[in-house]
């Protein structure tokens, strides 16, 4: 991969004032009697547990900030930059590929902001089309060249954190359905590289349930109720040992370089993605979670115990978004059938064919239409390029 050698953080101890609102204290439910030589050994970890320092600064990292959706080759390009191989992480390996209107310097800004080599920095020349215009690849908009997203630190970094794990589930030829819940790694812990040009990438891909490509991050809360109702989605789903980690973010043993920790609605702010209710009290962090920083394991049977009337809570509302699930898909597969008879109608009726048609056209009009921007730009008209009118609206801002 393509070594990114600027750099890429800046710390800081100021507060995140417009982001985040204060976290409340969370208190960690008693635990039930045990033995005496237990307590002796909690009571000397409880004691490392409270010497360590519990003021984490906060860091911001730097991002190239990209819109959060990817335009069809087949729209007009309103941007001046865009990133366009950025399905997987071995589309980087070689550095990343850029499409650019003439003119622009952005493929420029990123070689010298990253110390990307030029070589890896390709300007992506779009593919001829019938008509002999160029046409624009798709990809995503390169909105920032330079951005930042603070982690978790100060008053702002919540200090117990829980994470809902599992041991995996069986199918009903017996087999393993679903593999055990990563612990304290992320799935793509070792795997994936991150850097400023991708990061944005992964982390939408993380917040997209049906993405299963591997993830650099862990989701955890720091909301019991949440915790609790997770644990009883794996416990009426059959999922085996399902149980809690309570985890100390400002353990010594917590490498904040390596495992940085980021507020899920502050990344949602910032890159401007869809803000769901699951996103609430949960945070992302960073490859992985030291072992040590777990101090506390809360099986299945002791969350019943311990927590009573939360767990039957949980379990009333998972009952309930399971049953919206279901109605959901219900409806979804009538809209398929509707949306089949409709298509067999339109084919019998002619219809369909004539609707093809027009989409044939209207991508020739937008070949044209290419075509005749690139003619302007380089002024191959015969008139002054300044003929070609303003910069159209939403062209790409580069520097903050």
């Not at 439910?29 to 906060?58: F, G, L, R, W």
């Not at 997209?208 to 989701?219: D, G």
Request: with cysteine; glycine share 6%.
């Amino acid at each position: 991969m393509a070594s990114f050698t600027a750099q890429s953080s800046e710390h800081t101890t100021a507060p995140q004032s417009e982001d985040l609102e204060p976290t409340t204290g969370i208190v960690v439910p008693p635990s039930p009697a045990k033995n005496e030589e237990t307590a002796s050994t909690e009571s000397e970890d409880a004691d490392d547990y409270m010497s360590i320092n519990t003021m984490v600064p906060v860091e911001h990292v730097v991002i190239m900030r990209l819109g959060p959706t990817e335009v069809d080759k087949y729209d007009v390009p309103e941007h001046d930059a865009y990133l366009v191989n950025h399905s997987d992480n071995e589309g980087l390996r070689e550095g990343p590929t850029i499409w650019e209107k003439e003119g622009s310097t952005i493929t420029a800004q990123i070689t010298a902001t990253y110390a990307v080599p030029f070589k890896s920095v390709t300007k992506k020349r779009s593919p001829v089309g019938d008509d002999g215009s160029r046409l624009f690849p798709g990809g995503r908009p390169i909105l920032l060249v330079k951005s930042t997203i603070p982690t978790c630190g100060g008053q702002y970094r919540p200090r117990l954190l829980m994470r809902v794990v599992h041991e995996g589930r069986k199918g009903r030829n017996g087999d393993m359905k679903d593999g055990p819940a990563p612990s304290t790694k992320a799935r793509g812990h070792g795997v994936v590289s991150l850097n400023p040009i991708n990061r944005q990438i992964f982390m939408q891909k993380h917040f997209t349930w049906s993405c299963h490509q591997l993830s650099p991050f862990l989701s955890v809360t720091d909301s019991w109720k949440t915790a609790m109702i997770r644990l009883a989605s794996f416990f009426q789903h059959g999922f085996i040992n399902p149980k809690i980690l309570v985890i100390d973010s400002t353990h010594r043993s917590w490498d904040h370089d390596q495992s940085k920790l980021f507020n899920a609605a502050v990344v949602i702010k910032r890159l401007h993605l869809r803000w769901r209710e699951w996103h609430r009290n949960e945070y992302l962090v960073e490859s992985s979670i030291p072992e040590e920083s777990i101090i506390r394991t809360m099986s299945l049977e002791e969350a019943k115990m311990v927590l009573p009337d939360l767990f039957a809570t949980a379990i009333q509302i998972r009952t309930r978004m399971d049953q919206k699930n279901e109605e959901l898909r219900e409806y979804l597969a009538n809209q398929r059938e509707r949306g089949v008879e409709m298509r067999k109608k339109l084919k019998s009726l002619g219809i369909l064919d004539k609707l093809k048609s027009e989409r044939r056209k209207h991508r020739g009009k937008i070949r044209k239409l290419h075509a005749a921007v690139a003619a302007a730009a380089a002024g191959d008209d015969g008139g002054d390029s300044a003929a070609a009118g303003p910069a159209p609206a939403g062209s790409t801002t580069v520097a903050e």
